[in-house]
Protein backbone atom coordinates (compact mmCIF):
# COMPACT_ATOMS: atom_id res chain seq x y z
CA UNK A 1 0.00 0.00 0.00
CA UNK A 2 1.26 3.61 -0.38
CA UNK A 3 1.55 5.72 2.56
CA UNK A 4 3.13 9.04 1.88
CA UNK A 5 3.78 11.94 4.79
CA UNK A 6 3.75 15.16 5.29
CA UNK A 7 6.34 16.62 7.55
CA UNK A 8 6.79 19.93 8.49
CA UNK A 9 8.71 21.78 11.19
CA UNK A 10 6.77 23.98 13.29
CA UNK A 11 8.89 26.71 13.74
CA UNK A 12 6.63 29.13 11.63
CA UNK A 13 3.20 29.96 10.65
CA UNK A 14 2.66 26.91 7.71
CA UNK A 15 3.64 28.59 4.75
CA UNK A 16 1.95 28.22 1.16
CA UNK A 17 4.84 26.18 -0.12
CA UNK A 18 4.23 23.51 2.93
CA UNK A 19 0.61 23.75 1.76
CA UNK A 20 1.26 22.75 -2.35
CA UNK A 21 3.71 20.23 -0.68
CA UNK A 22 0.77 18.76 1.38
CA UNK A 23 -1.92 18.62 -1.45
CA UNK A 24 0.60 17.10 -3.74
CA UNK A 25 1.07 14.15 -1.21
CA UNK A 26 -2.37 13.86 -0.23
CA UNK A 27 -3.22 13.53 -3.74
CA UNK A 28 -0.83 11.02 -4.36
CA UNK A 29 -2.47 9.13 -1.66
CA UNK A 30 -5.74 9.66 -2.64
CA UNK A 31 -4.85 8.46 -6.15
CA UNK A 32 -3.17 5.25 -4.98
CA UNK A 33 -5.63 4.58 -2.50
CA UNK A 34 -3.10 5.12 0.08
CA UNK A 35 -2.61 6.39 3.49
CA UNK A 36 -1.72 10.03 3.75
CA UNK A 37 0.14 10.42 7.30
CA UNK A 38 0.69 14.07 8.98
CA UNK A 39 3.93 14.00 11.16
CA UNK A 40 4.93 17.28 12.84
CA UNK A 41 8.75 17.11 13.23
CA UNK A 42 9.62 19.05 16.63
CA UNK A 43 12.70 18.01 17.18
CA UNK A 44 14.08 21.44 16.94
CA UNK A 45 13.19 22.42 20.86
CA UNK A 46 14.49 26.05 20.81
CA UNK A 47 12.59 27.53 17.76
CA UNK A 48 9.55 24.55 18.02
CA UNK A 49 6.70 26.03 19.11
CA UNK A 50 2.90 25.17 19.50
CA UNK A 51 0.86 27.89 17.83
CA UNK A 52 2.96 27.17 14.73
CA UNK A 53 2.05 23.24 15.28
CA UNK A 54 -1.54 24.80 15.24
CA UNK A 55 -1.24 26.68 12.06
CA UNK A 56 -0.04 23.76 10.63
CA UNK A 57 -3.36 21.25 11.66
CA UNK A 58 -5.03 24.32 10.79
CA UNK A 59 -4.31 25.43 7.92
CA UNK A 60 -4.49 21.86 6.53
CA UNK A 61 -8.24 21.37 7.79
CA UNK A 62 -9.07 24.71 6.34
CA UNK A 63 -7.94 22.96 2.89
CA UNK A 64 -9.83 20.21 3.64
CA UNK A 65 -6.47 17.75 3.74
CA UNK A 66 -7.28 15.39 6.09
CA UNK A 67 -5.10 12.92 7.44
CA UNK A 68 -5.12 9.20 8.29
CA UNK A 69 -2.46 9.27 10.66
CA UNK A 70 -0.70 11.42 13.25
CA UNK A 71 2.76 11.68 14.68
CA UNK A 72 4.42 14.09 16.66
CA UNK A 73 8.67 13.63 17.13
CA UNK A 74 8.84 14.96 20.34
CA UNK A 75 6.81 11.82 21.62
CA UNK A 76 9.13 9.34 20.15
CA UNK A 77 12.11 10.24 21.87
CA UNK A 78 12.98 6.81 23.10
CA UNK A 79 12.54 5.10 19.94
CA UNK A 80 15.37 7.50 18.35
CA UNK A 81 17.59 6.54 21.14
CA UNK A 82 17.18 2.89 20.93
CA UNK A 83 18.28 3.46 17.37
CA UNK A 84 21.16 5.54 18.15
CA UNK A 85 22.39 3.44 20.44
CA UNK A 86 21.87 0.65 17.98
CA UNK A 87 24.20 2.65 15.67
CA UNK A 88 27.01 3.27 17.92
CA UNK A 89 27.13 -0.46 19.60
CA UNK A 90 27.50 -1.46 15.43
CA UNK A 91 30.23 0.95 15.31
CA UNK A 92 28.44 2.64 12.94
CA UNK A 93 28.13 6.17 14.79
CA UNK A 94 30.55 7.50 17.01
CA UNK A 95 30.91 10.20 20.07
CA UNK A 96 33.02 13.49 18.47
CA UNK A 97 34.27 15.47 21.05
CA UNK A 98 35.75 18.14 18.57
CA UNK A 99 35.31 21.51 20.27
CA UNK A 100 33.45 24.43 17.70
CA UNK A 101 37.17 26.11 17.69
CA UNK A 102 38.97 22.61 16.09
CA UNK A 103 35.77 22.44 13.65
CA UNK A 104 36.59 26.00 12.89
CA UNK A 105 39.98 25.37 12.13
CA UNK A 106 39.39 22.70 9.95
CA UNK A 107 36.72 24.32 8.07
CA UNK A 108 39.40 27.81 7.54
CA UNK A 109 42.22 24.95 6.16
CA UNK A 110 39.81 23.69 3.72
CA UNK A 111 38.84 27.16 2.52
CA UNK A 112 42.65 28.44 1.93
CA UNK A 113 42.77 24.84 0.45
CA UNK A 114 39.63 25.38 -1.85
CA UNK A 115 38.05 22.39 -1.51
CA UNK A 116 34.40 21.47 0.25
CA UNK A 117 34.92 21.38 3.97
CA UNK A 118 34.19 17.43 5.29
CA UNK A 119 34.35 16.76 9.48
CA UNK A 120 38.37 15.34 9.35
CA UNK A 121 37.06 11.96 11.00
CA UNK A 122 39.40 12.31 14.12
CA UNK A 123 37.32 11.08 16.80
CA UNK A 124 36.23 8.21 14.45
CA UNK A 125 39.46 6.51 15.78
CA UNK A 126 38.54 6.94 19.06
CA UNK A 127 38.13 3.49 20.65
CA UNK A 128 34.93 2.58 22.51
CA UNK A 129 37.10 2.57 26.14
CA UNK A 130 38.70 6.38 25.08
CA UNK A 131 35.10 7.71 24.39
CA UNK A 132 33.41 6.63 27.19
CA UNK A 133 35.33 7.68 29.92
CA UNK A 134 35.75 10.96 27.70
CA UNK A 135 31.84 11.02 28.21
CA UNK A 136 31.73 9.94 32.15
CA UNK A 137 34.15 12.88 32.42
CA UNK A 138 31.74 15.20 31.28
CA UNK A 139 33.25 16.13 27.71
CA UNK A 140 30.60 18.23 25.34
CA UNK A 141 30.22 15.67 22.21
CA UNK A 142 27.60 15.03 19.39
CA UNK A 143 27.37 11.64 17.65
CA UNK A 144 28.28 11.43 14.53
CA UNK A 145 27.69 9.06 11.58
CA UNK A 146 30.51 6.99 9.88
CA UNK A 147 29.52 7.96 5.86
CA UNK A 148 30.56 5.42 3.67
CA UNK A 149 32.60 6.47 1.24
CA UNK A 150 30.89 5.48 -2.19
CA UNK A 151 28.37 7.07 -4.92
CA UNK A 152 24.76 6.99 -3.84
CA UNK A 153 22.39 6.83 -6.61
CA UNK A 154 18.08 7.51 -6.64
CA UNK A 155 15.65 7.67 -9.29
CA UNK A 156 13.70 10.83 -8.70
CA UNK A 157 10.24 10.67 -9.55
CA UNK A 158 10.55 14.43 -10.83
CA UNK A 159 14.30 14.23 -11.74
CA UNK A 160 15.44 10.84 -12.89
CA UNK A 161 18.33 9.82 -11.85
CA UNK A 162 20.75 11.44 -9.25
CA UNK A 163 23.65 10.62 -8.01
CA UNK A 164 25.98 12.19 -4.65
CA UNK A 165 29.62 11.19 -4.14
CA UNK A 166 29.78 10.39 -0.19
CA UNK A 167 33.20 11.17 0.23
CA UNK A 168 32.44 14.61 -0.15
CA UNK A 169 30.14 14.95 2.61
CA UNK A 170 32.16 13.40 5.42
CA UNK A 171 30.60 12.02 9.07
CA UNK A 172 27.74 13.72 9.40
CA UNK A 173 26.34 14.79 13.42
CA UNK A 174 22.90 12.91 14.00
CA UNK A 175 22.28 13.75 17.02
CA UNK A 176 23.04 16.28 19.94
CA UNK A 177 23.77 13.65 22.29
CA UNK A 178 21.42 10.36 22.94
CA UNK A 179 17.89 12.54 24.09
CA UNK A 180 18.44 15.19 21.33
CA UNK A 181 18.21 13.54 17.79
CA UNK A 182 18.70 15.00 14.54
CA UNK A 183 16.93 15.82 11.70
CA UNK A 184 18.79 14.03 8.99
CA UNK A 185 18.47 10.73 12.18
CA UNK A 186 14.92 10.53 12.70
CA UNK A 187 13.50 11.15 9.61
CA UNK A 188 15.26 8.28 8.54
CA UNK A 189 13.64 6.32 11.45
CA UNK A 190 10.41 7.49 11.33
CA UNK A 191 9.94 6.77 7.42
CA UNK A 192 11.28 3.28 7.88
CA UNK A 193 8.97 2.48 10.70
CA UNK A 194 6.22 4.25 9.33
CA UNK A 195 7.24 2.26 6.48
CA UNK A 196 6.68 5.19 4.21
CA UNK A 197 6.76 3.95 0.56
CA UNK A 198 7.51 7.60 -1.31
CA UNK A 199 8.82 10.56 0.20
CA UNK A 200 7.18 13.47 -1.45
CA UNK A 201 9.12 16.99 -0.46
CA UNK A 202 10.75 20.28 -1.85
CA UNK A 203 14.10 20.29 -3.48
CA UNK A 204 15.74 22.27 -1.10
CA UNK A 205 15.74 18.02 1.09
CA UNK A 206 17.69 16.63 -2.14
CA UNK A 207 21.34 17.59 -0.55
CA UNK A 208 20.02 15.59 2.75
CA UNK A 209 18.33 12.44 0.87
CA UNK A 210 21.84 10.57 0.20
CA UNK A 211 22.52 10.89 3.96
CA UNK A 212 19.18 9.43 4.35
CA UNK A 213 19.61 6.57 2.49
CA UNK A 214 23.03 6.11 3.92
CA UNK A 215 21.29 5.83 7.23
CA UNK A 216 18.66 3.48 5.79
CA UNK A 217 21.54 1.19 4.43
CA UNK A 218 23.02 1.23 7.76
CA UNK A 219 20.13 -0.37 9.85
CA UNK A 220 18.96 -2.63 6.91
CA UNK A 221 15.75 -0.41 6.28
CA UNK A 222 13.74 0.03 2.58
CA UNK A 223 14.44 2.53 1.02
CA UNK A 224 11.67 4.95 -0.40
CA UNK A 225 10.54 6.69 -3.79
CA UNK A 226 11.97 9.59 -3.59
CA UNK A 227 9.98 13.25 -5.19
CA UNK A 228 11.70 16.66 -4.75
CA UNK A 229 9.71 19.09 -5.72
CA UNK A 230 10.58 22.24 -7.35
CA UNK A 231 10.65 25.48 -5.07
CA UNK A 232 8.08 28.24 -5.40
CA UNK A 233 9.38 31.32 -6.62
CA UNK A 234 9.07 34.99 -5.95
CA UNK A 235 7.95 37.81 -9.03
CA UNK A 236 11.83 38.07 -9.29
CA UNK A 237 12.77 34.38 -9.10
CA UNK A 238 14.16 34.44 -5.45
CA UNK A 239 13.19 31.60 -3.12
CA UNK A 240 9.56 32.41 -1.57
CA UNK A 241 11.03 31.96 1.99
CA UNK A 242 8.49 32.00 5.09
CA UNK A 243 10.15 34.50 6.95
CA UNK A 244 10.11 36.65 3.60
CA UNK A 245 6.29 38.45 3.17
CA UNK A 246 2.89 37.36 4.28
CA UNK A 247 3.13 33.96 2.85
CA UNK A 248 1.48 32.20 5.61
CA UNK A 249 -1.82 30.32 4.27
CA UNK A 250 -3.69 31.53 7.20
CA UNK A 251 -2.79 34.77 5.42
CA UNK A 252 -4.45 34.15 2.53
CA UNK A 253 -7.40 32.63 4.22
CA UNK A 254 -8.19 35.49 6.48
CA UNK A 255 -7.70 37.91 3.69
CA UNK A 256 -10.77 36.01 1.73
CA UNK A 257 -9.26 33.67 -0.54
CA UNK A 258 -11.24 30.50 -0.72
CA UNK A 259 -9.78 27.19 0.20
CA UNK A 260 -11.32 25.69 -2.98
CA UNK A 261 -9.44 28.35 -5.27
CA UNK A 262 -5.63 28.29 -3.29
CA UNK A 263 -5.98 24.41 -4.08
CA UNK A 264 -6.82 24.77 -7.69
CA UNK A 265 -3.94 27.58 -7.80
CA UNK A 266 -1.30 25.63 -5.68
CA UNK A 267 -1.97 22.09 -7.70
CA UNK A 268 -1.06 24.64 -11.13
CA UNK A 269 2.18 25.20 -9.25
CA UNK A 270 4.55 23.07 -11.37
CA UNK A 271 2.00 20.59 -12.28
CA UNK A 272 0.53 20.92 -15.44
CA UNK A 273 -2.56 18.97 -16.86
CA UNK A 274 -2.69 17.43 -20.27
CA UNK A 275 -4.80 20.35 -21.64
CA UNK A 276 -4.79 23.86 -20.77
CA UNK A 277 -7.79 23.79 -18.58
CA UNK A 278 -7.31 25.70 -15.64
CA UNK A 279 -10.39 25.27 -13.21
CA UNK A 280 -10.37 21.99 -10.97
CA UNK A 281 -12.49 21.05 -8.12
CA UNK A 282 -10.46 18.66 -5.54
CA UNK A 283 -12.27 15.50 -7.05
CA UNK A 284 -10.90 16.72 -10.43
CA UNK A 285 -7.32 16.75 -9.15
CA UNK A 286 -7.52 13.54 -7.57
CA UNK A 287 -8.25 12.05 -11.12
CA UNK A 288 -6.15 14.17 -13.42
CA UNK A 289 -2.86 14.74 -11.24
CA UNK A 290 0.25 12.72 -12.11
CA UNK A 291 3.65 12.92 -11.03
CA UNK A 292 4.87 12.93 -14.06
CA UNK A 293 3.89 15.95 -15.31
CA UNK A 294 5.42 18.21 -12.62
CA UNK A 295 7.96 20.33 -14.00
CA UNK A 296 11.90 20.71 -12.53
CA UNK A 297 11.77 24.44 -12.85
CA UNK A 298 10.53 26.53 -9.83
CA UNK A 299 7.30 27.98 -10.92
CA UNK A 300 6.56 31.52 -9.75
CA UNK A 301 3.61 32.80 -7.54
CA UNK A 302 1.81 34.64 -9.68
CA UNK A 303 -0.75 36.85 -6.99
CA UNK A 304 -2.69 38.21 -10.24
CA UNK A 305 -3.29 34.56 -11.53
CA UNK A 306 -4.45 33.71 -7.66
CA UNK A 307 -6.79 37.13 -7.45
CA UNK A 308 -8.45 35.57 -10.74
CA UNK A 309 -9.25 32.40 -9.96
CA UNK A 310 -10.55 33.45 -6.92
CA UNK A 311 -12.98 35.51 -8.40
CA UNK A 312 -13.85 33.05 -10.62
CA UNK A 313 -14.78 30.83 -7.80
CA UNK A 314 -16.91 33.81 -5.93
CA UNK A 315 -18.39 35.12 -9.17
CA UNK A 316 -19.49 31.70 -10.72
CA UNK A 317 -18.56 28.48 -9.43
CA UNK A 318 -19.91 28.78 -5.83
CA UNK A 319 -23.26 28.73 -4.96
CA UNK A 320 -25.02 32.14 -3.82
CA UNK A 321 -25.74 30.37 -0.34
CA UNK A 322 -22.34 29.54 0.01
CA UNK A 323 -21.15 32.73 -0.51
CA UNK A 324 -23.01 33.89 2.13
CA UNK A 325 -22.45 31.64 4.36
CA UNK A 326 -18.10 32.85 4.35
CA UNK A 327 -19.10 36.26 3.79
CA UNK A 328 -20.92 36.96 7.10
CA UNK A 329 -17.62 36.68 9.00
CA UNK A 330 -16.10 39.30 6.81
CA UNK A 331 -18.52 41.97 7.55
CA UNK A 332 -19.92 43.83 10.37
CA UNK A 333 -22.04 41.51 12.87
CA UNK A 334 -24.96 43.93 13.25
CA UNK A 335 -25.31 43.62 9.10
CA UNK A 336 -27.34 40.70 7.98
CA UNK A 337 -26.47 39.46 4.10
CA UNK A 338 -29.08 38.27 1.67
CA UNK A 339 -28.81 35.74 -1.28
CA UNK A 340 -29.88 39.32 -3.20
CA UNK A 341 -27.49 41.04 -2.08
CA UNK A 342 -24.62 38.42 -2.70
CA UNK A 343 -25.82 38.52 -6.25
CA UNK A 344 -25.91 42.04 -6.69
CA UNK A 345 -21.76 42.48 -5.58
CA UNK A 346 -20.53 38.81 -5.97
CA UNK A 347 -19.47 39.56 -9.49
CA UNK A 348 -17.38 42.75 -8.59
CA UNK A 349 -15.49 40.65 -5.84
CA UNK A 350 -11.84 39.52 -5.94
CA UNK A 351 -11.63 38.37 -1.96
CA UNK A 352 -14.13 37.93 0.63
CA UNK A 353 -11.91 40.55 2.73
CA UNK A 354 -13.57 43.01 -0.92
CA UNK A 355 -17.15 42.04 0.58
CA UNK A 356 -18.01 44.94 3.19
CA UNK A 357 -17.10 47.81 1.26
CA UNK A 358 -19.21 46.19 -1.85
CA UNK A 359 -22.05 45.58 0.89
CA UNK A 360 -22.20 48.77 2.71
CA UNK A 361 -24.00 50.74 0.54
CA UNK A 362 -27.24 48.57 1.73
CA UNK A 363 -26.65 48.69 5.22
CA UNK A 364 -26.00 52.59 5.43
CA UNK A 365 -28.07 55.46 4.16
CA UNK A 366 -25.97 57.28 1.38
CA UNK A 367 -24.42 60.16 1.69
CA UNK A 368 -24.00 62.01 -1.61
CA UNK A 369 -23.80 65.81 -2.81
CA UNK A 370 -27.80 66.98 -4.53
CA UNK A 371 -25.21 67.90 -7.96
CA UNK A 372 -24.65 63.90 -7.90
CA UNK A 373 -28.41 63.49 -9.05
CA UNK A 374 -28.33 64.92 -11.86
CA UNK A 375 -27.65 63.18 -14.94
CA UNK A 376 -24.59 65.26 -16.67
CA UNK A 377 -25.23 67.82 -14.25
CA UNK A 378 -27.95 69.16 -15.59
CA UNK A 379 -31.23 69.14 -13.31
CA UNK A 380 -33.45 69.13 -16.23
CA UNK A 381 -36.19 66.64 -15.15
CA UNK A 382 -34.85 64.95 -12.66
CA UNK A 383 -37.12 65.29 -10.16
CA UNK A 384 -40.03 64.12 -12.32
CA UNK A 385 -38.66 60.98 -13.17
CA UNK A 386 -37.85 60.15 -10.16
CA UNK A 387 -41.08 60.57 -9.21
CA UNK A 388 -42.20 58.75 -11.60
CA UNK A 389 -40.05 55.86 -10.77
CA UNK A 390 -41.52 56.35 -7.20
CA UNK A 391 -44.56 55.98 -8.06
CA UNK A 392 -44.34 52.86 -10.52
CA UNK A 393 -42.54 51.42 -7.84
CA UNK A 394 -44.80 51.71 -5.37
CA UNK A 395 -47.65 50.34 -7.45
CA UNK A 396 -45.72 46.87 -6.93
CA UNK A 397 -47.28 44.09 -4.61
CA UNK A 398 -44.49 43.30 -1.87
CA UNK A 399 -45.32 39.76 -3.02
CA UNK A 400 -44.20 40.16 -6.81
CA UNK A 401 -41.19 42.31 -6.17
CA UNK A 402 -38.64 40.34 -7.86
CA UNK A 403 -36.10 40.67 -10.82
CA UNK A 404 -37.93 39.85 -13.41
CA UNK A 405 -41.67 42.58 -12.57
CA UNK A 406 -38.78 45.43 -11.56
CA UNK A 407 -37.19 45.35 -14.35
CA UNK A 408 -40.63 45.06 -16.96
CA UNK A 409 -41.92 48.02 -14.87
CA UNK A 410 -39.37 50.04 -14.31
CA UNK A 411 -37.83 50.19 -17.46
CA UNK A 412 -41.42 49.99 -19.50
CA UNK A 413 -42.39 53.59 -18.67
CA UNK A 414 -38.95 54.82 -19.50
CA UNK A 415 -38.24 56.18 -23.39
CA UNK A 416 -35.94 53.97 -25.33
CA UNK A 417 -33.16 57.69 -25.32
CA UNK A 418 -33.86 58.73 -21.92
CA UNK A 419 -32.73 55.88 -20.04
CA UNK A 420 -29.50 57.97 -18.89
CA UNK A 421 -31.88 60.55 -17.04
CA UNK A 422 -34.16 57.92 -15.43
CA UNK A 423 -31.30 55.65 -14.42
CA UNK A 424 -28.80 57.96 -13.35
CA UNK A 425 -30.81 59.70 -10.44
CA UNK A 426 -31.95 56.42 -9.53
CA UNK A 427 -28.35 54.60 -9.36
CA UNK A 428 -26.98 57.87 -7.22
CA UNK A 429 -30.30 57.87 -4.81
CA UNK A 430 -29.79 53.73 -4.44
CA UNK A 431 -26.35 53.76 -3.46
CA UNK A 432 -24.80 57.50 -3.29
CA UNK A 433 -22.19 56.17 -5.37
CA UNK A 434 -21.07 57.23 -9.18
CA UNK A 435 -19.87 53.25 -10.02
CA UNK A 436 -22.13 50.97 -8.31
CA UNK A 437 -23.63 47.73 -9.11
CA UNK A 438 -27.13 48.43 -12.25
CA UNK A 439 -30.36 50.51 -10.04
CA UNK A 440 -32.68 47.78 -10.76
CA UNK A 441 -30.20 45.10 -9.14
CA UNK A 442 -29.55 47.33 -6.19
CA UNK A 443 -33.74 48.16 -5.46
CA UNK A 444 -34.30 44.04 -5.91
CA UNK A 445 -31.62 44.02 -2.73
CA UNK A 446 -32.59 46.70 -0.92
CA UNK A 447 -36.58 45.52 -1.18
CA UNK A 448 -39.42 47.71 -1.82
CA UNK A 449 -39.57 49.75 1.48
CA UNK A 450 -35.91 50.46 1.52
CA UNK A 451 -35.64 51.60 -2.22
CA UNK A 452 -38.81 54.12 -1.96
CA UNK A 453 -37.23 55.46 1.40
CA UNK A 454 -34.29 56.38 -0.48
CA UNK A 455 -35.81 57.59 -3.53
CA UNK A 456 -37.93 59.50 -1.27
CA UNK A 457 -34.44 61.17 0.74
CA UNK A 458 -33.12 62.16 -3.06
CA UNK A 459 -36.38 64.38 -3.84
CA UNK A 460 -36.26 65.66 -0.63
CA UNK A 461 -32.35 66.60 -1.15
CA UNK A 462 -33.67 68.03 -4.34
CA UNK A 463 -36.70 70.04 -3.03
CA UNK A 464 -34.03 71.76 -0.98
CA UNK A 465 -31.54 73.01 -3.09
Not at 171 to 193: C, G, Q, R, S
Amino acid sequence: MVRVRLAPSPTGMMHIGTARAGLFVWLFAKQNKGKFILRIEDTDKERSEKKYEDSIIEGLKSLGLEWDEFYRQSERTVIYREHLERLVKENKAYPCFCSKEELDAERKKAEEEKRPFTYSGKCSKLSAEEAEAKIKAGEDHVIRFRMPEEKISFTDMIRGEVAYDTSLIGDIVIAKNYDEPLYNFVVVVDDALMEITHVIRGEDHLSNTPKQIALLRAFGYKEPIYAHLPLILNKDRSKMSKRGGDVALIDFIKDGYLPEALINFLALLSWHPKDDREIFSKDELIEEFSMDRVQKAGPVFDYAKLDWLNHKYISEILPTEEILRRGEEFVRKDWKLTPAIIEVVRDRLVKLSDLESSVEMFFTEPEYPTEMIFWKGEKGDCEKNLIEIKNTVGDIPVENFNKEIIEKTVMGIIPPDKKGEYLWPLRVALSGKERSPGPLEIMLALGKEGSLKRIEAALNKINRQ
